[in-house]
C-alpha cells in the first residue's frame, strides 16, 4: 500500500522540528551568564558532554554479564533500530570505553589520552565510532545538550587593518564564551557554577583564547581603556553550537594517506594565504583554522586507522592528548578540548607496540579491546540486521541458517578448550548460554583460559561477520537466480566452503582448521534438523502434557520421599524410577547426576508455582526435548520410513501432513521439503538400521 504524500509544508514543519529554536539567535554575553548560571552543564567540557550524551539516550544494567548496555547502541532509538550492536563481548567494549570517557570527566587522567579501539576488521569498531558521533551531533541539537559559542562584531569600526570582509568574526575554535574572561574572574563564575551543579564532576575550564581572538580581544580591550563589560557588549555576540561532521565542526575525523603526503598542517591548521597580502605574515588574523583538531575543538576527534599514520606524524598526537594543546607551524600553541578517539587493527598494533621508539605515544593512550561476537545467536541478529536493512522481501529465512552461520564465525573466533572434556562446540555453546547447572561445564573458566590461550585476548582473530555476510547475500542471490524462494543452511553451508579459500582476509595456514569447522556446523545443523523432522514426526501437544505432569508427580515424590497414586488401579506406589530414567536419558544424563536434574527441573516449577504460573514443560527447554524424544521413542514404530527416504513420494498425505507440522515450525514448504530429504533419510536410516 502506497503511503500518503507530504507537502512540501509538512516536510517544511517536519524540518522545523529538528532545529533548535535558538540557533539563529544572537544573545548578549550578560545573557549567556545567566543562563550558565542556571544550567551549568552547559559549560561543560567535551568529555563530560560526551559522557552524558550515553546516559541520555538511555542504559540498561545486564546483570548476568555485569554490563551497561548504553540504548544508543543496543537498540538505537534515531534510527529506529538499524545500528544495533550484539553481542557480550561488544557491549563490553562499549562499556569501557564509556568509563574511559567518564574518568576523564572526572578529570582523573583518561581526558589525556588517545581512546585506542582495537580489534579485528570487520568487528565493527568503525561502525561504533561512527554512531557515536551520529548521536553527539544530535544530542548538542537537545536542550540538555547544547552548547554556544561567540563570535566577533563591528571589528571594522575599531581596528584600522580589519579587512571588511572580517568585520564579523566567528571564534575560529568555537571556544566557549566563560574563555573571554580573564582567569580570575573566570574562576569566579565557575566556582559559583560548581556550587549548584548536580554532576558527578566539576566545570574546570583554564583555556587561553585562540591567538585570533587573543588579538581581537586587546585590539578592543585598548580601545575601551580595558572596560571588559564595554568590550563584550559592544562587540560580542553569543551564538548556539551545533555538532555537524560535513561542516567540520565540533566533529572531525582523520583517515590516513600516502606516506609522501602526509602533512601536519591536516591536523594543526596553516597559514591563510588569501590573507597574507590583507595582514602580514605573522599576524594572527592570517592563520586558517582548518586542521582537524581544530575543527574537532568542544567535540570529538575520530583518527581511522590511526597507527597507519607515519610516526613523526603521530608525534602531533602527544601534546594534543597530553597537554591538550596543538603547535602549529610558526604560530603558538592552541588550547584544544576534545575526546580523541583511535581505531586500528592488529598487524599495525603489534607492529607499533614493538618500536621502542613509539614508547611516548603508546603511554598516551587507553586501549580498548573491540572483539568479534562470541555467542553465534548474537551472531545470527548481526545477519538479520543486515538483511532488515536490505531489500530481499521475497526470500524466506529457514530455521537454523543464520544461527549456524554464526556458530561457523565463533567457531573460528575462540580459542580451543585446555580441558580435554569440553568439545570446541561445547565451548561455543557454553559461551551461547545452553548450558546447564547441571552439565559440568564452568563458562568463566572457559572465558579466563581463553583469554590467556589467546594473543592479545579470544576473539580478536577469526572469520569476521563482514565475510559471512557477504556469503549470506551471495547465497541469497545464487537462490534468486535459480528461483528458489528460501534460503537454507545447507545453501550457506555450500558458499563457505567454496569461498573461503577465495577470501583475501583469511591466512591460508587457516583453511584447513576452518574446513574442519566447517564440518563440525555441519554435524550441529544435522542434529537440530533431525530433532525437528522428528518433531514433525511425532509431535503430540496434549501427549508432552500428560507425560510432563506425570514425569514431575514422580520427581517430586522422589525428592520428598513419598508415593504416587497409580493412574489405572489408583493405589499408592513408589516412584516409577525407570519412567524416570526413560526421559533422563534421552538428555544423556547419568545416573549420578540425575539427582541434580530432578532438583533443578522441581526448583524450576517451585519459582514458576510461586509467581501464580501453572506447569507446562513446553516453557522449559530441556524437559521439552526430553519429553519429545521419549514420545518419539515411543511412537517411532508407527511412522512410514519408507516415505522419508524416498524423494518419488512428496505428493502423498503422509508426506504433505510432516511438511505441514514443520511448515508450523517456522520453514517454508520448500524449505521443509529439503529438510524432510536431509535430515529425514538420516533419521529413517537409523531406525531402520535399529
Same mark, same amino acid.
Given at each position: 500500500?502506497?503511503?500518503?504524500?507530504?507537502?512540501?509544508?509538512?516536510?517544511?514543519?517536519?524540518?522545523?522540528?529538528?532545529?533548535?529554536?535558538?540557533?539563529? +539567535?544572537?544573545?548578549?554575553?550578560?545573557?549567556?551568564?545567566?543562563?550558565?548560571? #542556571?544550567?551549568?552543564?552547559?559549560?561543560?567540557?567535551?568529555?563530560?558532554?560526551?559522557?552524558?550524551?550515553?546516559?541520555?539516550?538511555?542504559?540498561?544494567?545486564? @546483570?548476568? *554479564?555485569?554490563?551497561?548496555?548504553?540504548?544508543?547502541?543496543?537498540?538505537?532509538?534515531?534510527?529506529?533500530?538499524?545500528?544495533?550492536?550484539?553481542?557480550? #563481548?561488544?557491549?563490553?567494549?562499549?562499556?569501557?570505553?564509556?568509563?574511559?570517557?567518564?574518568?576523564?570527566?572526572?578529570?582523573?587522567?583518561?581526558?589525556?589520552?588517545?581512546?585506542?579501539?582495537?580489534?579485528?576488521?570487520?568487528?565493527?569498531?568503525?561502525?561504533?565510532?561512527?554512531?557515536?558521533?551520529?548521536?553527539?551531533?544530535?544530542?548538542?541539537?537537545?536542550?540538555?545538550?547544547?552548547?554556544?559559542?561567540?563570535?566577533?562584531?563591528?571589528?571594522?569600526?575599531?581596528?584600522?587593518?580589519?579587512?571588511?570582509?572580517?568585520?564579523?568574526?566567528?571564534?575560529?575554535?568555537?571556544?566557549?564564551?566563560?574563555?573571554?574572561?580573564?582567569?580570575?574572574?573566570?574562576?569566579?563564575?565557575?566556582?559559583?557554577?560548581?556550587? /549548584?551543579?548536580?554532576?558527578?564532576?566539576?566545570?574546570?575550564?583554564?583555556?587561553?583564547?585562540?591567538? %585570533? /581572538?587573543?588579538?581581537?580581544?586587546?585590539?578592543?580591550?585598548? !580601545?575601551?581603556?580595558?572596560?571588559?563589560? *564595554?568590550?563584550?557588549?559592544?562587540?560580542?555576540?553569543?551564538?548556539?553550537?551545533?555538532?555537524?561532521?560535513?561542516? $567540520?565542526?565540533?566533529?572531525?575525523?582523520?583517515?590516513?594517506?600516502?606516506?609522501?603526503?602526509?602533512?601536519?598542517? @591536516?591536523?594543526?591548521?596553516?597559514?591563510?594565504?588569501?590573507?597574507?597580502?590583507?595582514?602580514?605574515?605573522?599576524?594572527?588574523?592570517?592563520?586558517?583554522?582548518?586542521?582537524?583538531?581544530?575543527?574537532?575543538?568542544?567535540?570529538?576527534?575520530?583518527?581511522?586507522?590511526?597507527?597507519?599514520?607515519?610516526?613523526?606524524?603521530?608525534?602531533?598526537?602527544?601534546?594534543?592528548?597530553? !597537554?591538550?594543546?596543538?603547535?602549529? $607551524?610558526?604560530?603558538?600553541?592552541?588550547?584544544?578540548?576534545?575526546?580523541?578517539?583511535?581505531?586500528?587493527?592488529?598487524?599495525?598494533?603489534?607492529?607499533?607496540?614493538?618500536?621502542?621508539?613509539?614508547?611516548?605515544?603508546?603511554?598516551?593512550?587507553?586501549?580498548?579491546?573491540?572483539?568479534?561476537?562470541?555467542?553465534?545467536?548474537?551472531?545470527?541478529?548481526?545477519?538479520?540486521?543486515?538483511?532488515?536493512?536490505?531489500?530481499?522481501?521475497?526470500?524466506?529465512?529457514?530455521?537454523?541458517?543464520?544461527?549456524? *552461520?554464526?556458530?561457523?564465525?565463533?567457531?573460528?573466533?575462540? @580459542? &580451543?578448550?585446555?580441558?580435554?572434556?569440553?568439545?570446541?562446540?561445547?565451548?561455543?555453546?557454553?559461551?551461547?548460554?545452553?548450558?546447564?547447572?547441571?552439565?559440568?561445564?564452568?563458562?568463566?573458566?572457559? $572465558?579466563?583460559?581463553?583469554?590467556?590461550?589467546?594473543?592479545?585476548?579470544?576473539?580478536? &582473530?577469526?572469520?569476521?561477520?563482514?565475510?559471512?555476510?557477504?556469503?549470506?547475500?551471495?547465497?541469497?542471490?545464487?537462490?534468486?537466480?535459480?528461483?528458489?524462494?528460501?534460503?537454507?543452511?545447507?545453501?550457506?553451508?555450500?558458499?563457505?566452503?567454496?569461498?573461503?579459500?577465495?577470501?583475501?582476509?583469511?591466512? +591460508?595456514?587457516?583453511?584447513?582448521?576452518?574446513?574442519?569447522?566447517? !564440518?563440525?556446523?555441519?554435524?550441529?545443523?544435522?542434529?537440530? %534438523?533431525?530433532?525437528?523432522?522428528?518433531?514433525?514426526?511425532?509431535?503430540?501437544?496434549?501427549?508432552?502434557?500428560?507425560?510432563? #505432569?506425570?514425569?514431575?508427580?514422580?520427581?517430586?515424590?522422589?525428592?520428598?520421599? *513419598?508415593?504416587?497414586?497409580?493412574?489405572?488401579?489408583?493405589?499408592?506406589?513408589?516412584?516409577?524410577?525407570?519412567?524416570?530414567?526413560?526421559?533422563?536419558?534421552?538428555? !544423556?544424563?547419568?545416573?549420578?547426576?540425575?539427582?541434580?536434574?530432578?532438583?533443578?527441573?522441581?526448583?524450576?516449577?517451585?519459582?514458576?508455582?510461586?509467581?501464580?504460573?501453572?506447569?507446562?514443560?513446553?516453557?522449559?527447554? $530441556?524437559?521439552?526435548?526430553?519429553?519429545?524424544?521419549?514420545?518419539?521413542?515411543?511412537?517411532?514404530?508407527?511412522?512410514?520410513?519408507?516415505?522419508?527416504?524416498?524423494?518419488?513420494?512428496?505428493?502423498?498425505?503422509?508426506? /504433505?501432513?510432516?511438511?505441514?507440522?514443520?511448515?508450523?515450525?517456522?520453514?517454508?514448504?520448500?524449505?521443509?521439503?529439503?529438510?524432510? +530429504?536431509?535430515?529425514?533419510?538420516?533419521?529413517?536410516?537409523?531406525?531402520?538400521?535399529?
Amino acid at each position: 500500500m502506497t503511503g500518503a504524500m507530504k507537502t512540501l509544508e509538512e516536510l517544511s514543519d517536519r524540518y522545523k522540528e529538528t532545529v533548535p529554536s535558538d540557533l539563529r +539567535e544572537a544573545k548578549s554575553f550578560d545573557w549567556y551568564l545567566s543562563e550558565v548560571h #542556571e544550567h551549568p552543564r552547559i559549560a561543560r567540557n567535551a568529555h563530560q558532554r560526551v559522557a552524558d550524551m550515553f546516559d541520555h539516550y538511555g542504559t540498561r544494567y545486564d @546483570e548476568d *554479564a555485569g554490563v551497561v548496555e548504553y540504548q544508543l547502541a543496543s537498540e538505537d532509538p534515531l534510527h529506529d533500530g538499524e545500528n544495533n550492536f550484539y553481542g557480550r #563481548e561488544v557491549h563490553e567494549s562499549i562499556h569501557e570505553f564509556v568509563n574511559k570517557v567518564k574518568s576523564g570527566a572526572r578529570g582523573l587522567g583518561p581526558e589525556k589520552r588517545i581512546k585506542l579501539m582495537l580489534g579485528p576488521v570487520g568487528s565493527g569498531k568503525s561502525h561504533f565510532d561512527w554512531l557515536v558521533r551520529r548521536y553527539f551531533e544530535d544530542f548538542t541539537r537537545t536542550d540538555e545538550g547544547r552548547l554556544y559559542t561567540f563570535r566577533w562584531t563591528n571589528l571594522c569600526e575599531v581596528i584600522p587593518d580589519q579587512d571588511p570582509a572580517d568585520d564579523t568574526v566567528r571564534s575560529p575554535m568555537n571556544q566557549d564564551p566563560l574563555v573571554l574572561l580573564p582567569q580570575p574572574q573566570r574562576d569566579e563564575v565557575i566556582e559559583n557554577l560548581n556550587a /549548584s551543579l548536580d554532576a558527578p564532576y566539576t566545570i574546570r575550564n583554564e583555556q587561553s583564547l585562540d591567538p %585570533a /581572538s587573543g588579538f581581537y580581544m586587546n585590539e578592543l580591550l585598548a !580601545e575601551y581603556d580595558d572596560d571588559l563589560q *564595554a568590550v563584550l557588549e559592544n562587540h560580542v555576540e553569543i551564538v548556539r553550537l551545533v555538532a555537524d561532521e560535513n561542516r $567540520r565542526r565540533c566533529v572531525e575525523t582523520f583517515e590516513p594517506k600516502d606516506k609522501k603526503n602526509q602533512d601536519e598542517t @591536516e591536523l594543526t591548521g596553516d597559514v591563510n594565504y588569501s590573507k597574507l597580502a590583507v595582514y602580514g605574515e605573522n599576524d594572527p588574523r592570517s592563520f586558517d583554522y582548518a586542521g582537524a583538531f581544530c575543527n574537532a575543538n568542544r567535540g570529538i576527534f575520530s583518527g581511522e586507522e590511526l597507527l597507519k599514520l607515519q610516526r613523526e606524524f603521530l608525534y602531533d598526537f602527544l601534546h594534543a592528548s597530553q !597537554e591538550q594543546t596543538i603547535k602549529p $607551524r610558526n604560530n603558538p600553541r592552541i588550547d584544544i578540548d576534545q575526546v580523541i578517539v583511535g581505531r586500528t587493527n592488529m598487524p599495525e598494533y603489534r607492529d607499533k607496540k614493538g618500536d621502542e621508539k613509539m614508547e611516548a605515544f603508546n603511554d598516551r593512550t587507553k586501549r580498548i579491546d573491540y572483539p568479534y561476537v562470541l555467542e553465534y545467536d548474537e551472531e545470527a541478529e548481526i545477519y538479520r540486521k543486515m538483511l532488515r536493512n536490505a531489500d530481499v522481501p521475497d526470500m524466506h529465512i529457514e530455521p537454523h541458517a543464520m544461527e549456524m *552461520a554464526g556458530l561457523f564465525g565463533v567457531l573460528t573466533r575462540i @580459542e &580451543e578448550p585446555s580441558d580435554g572434556g569440553v568439545t570446541l562446540v561445547q565451548k561455543a555453546k557454553a559461551y551461547n548460554g545452553e548450558i546447564d547447572e547441571t552439565d559440568d561445564v564452568d563458562e568463566r573458566k572457559l $572465558r579466563e583460559d581463553g583469554d590467556a590461550v589467546a594473543d592479545i585476548a579470544e576473539g580478536m &582473530e577469526g572469520v569476521s561477520a563482514r565475510f559471512i555476510g557477504d556469503e549470506i547475500a551471495e547465497a541469497i542471490m545464487d537462490a534468486t537466480h535459480r528461483g528458489r524462494g528460501y534460503l537454507s543452511p545447507l545453501s550457506v553451508f555450500t558458499h563457505f566452503e567454496e569461498n573461503l579459500e577465495n577470501h583475501g582476509s583469511i591466512p +591460508e595456514e587457516n583453511l584447513d582448521r576452518y574446513e574442519r569447522y566447517l !564440518e563440525l556446523v555441519r554435524d550441529e545443523y544435522r542434529e537440530r %534438523a533431525i530433532e525437528d523432522v522428528r518433531h514433525a514426526l511425532a509431535y503430540d501437544v496434549e501427549e508432552i502434557q500428560r507425560q510432563g #505432569e506425570k514425569y514431575m508427580d514422580h520427581v517430586m515424590a522422589y525428592i520428598d520421599g *513419598a508415593t504416587v497414586e497409580d493412574d489405572i488401579t489408583g493405589r499408592e506406589q513408589e516412584p516409577d524410577e525407570t519412567f524416570l530414567r526413560s526421559v533422563e536419558e534421552k538428555l !544423556e544424563i547419568p545416573g549420578d547426576r540425575k539427582d541434580d536434574f530432578r532438583q533443578e527441573v522441581a526448583n524450576w516449577v517451585s519459582r514458576r508455582a510461586r509467581e501464580g504460573v501453572s506447569f507446562d514443560p513446553q516453557d522449559n527447554d $530441556r524437559l521439552r526435548r526430553a519429553l519429545e524424544r521419549k514420545l518419539w521413542e515411543d511412537k517411532k514404530h508407527n511412522i512410514n520410513f519408507s516415505a522419508l527416504v524416498s524423494a518419488g513420494e512428496l505428493d502423498d498425505d503422509e508426506r /504433505s501432513a510432516w511438511v505441514d507440522a514443520l511448515h508450523e515450525q517456522g520453514y517454508s514448504r520448500e524449505g521443509a521439503r529439503e529438510v524432510l +530429504e536431509f535430515a529425514g533419510a538420516e533419521v529413517a536410516k537409523s531406525e531402520l538400521e535399529d
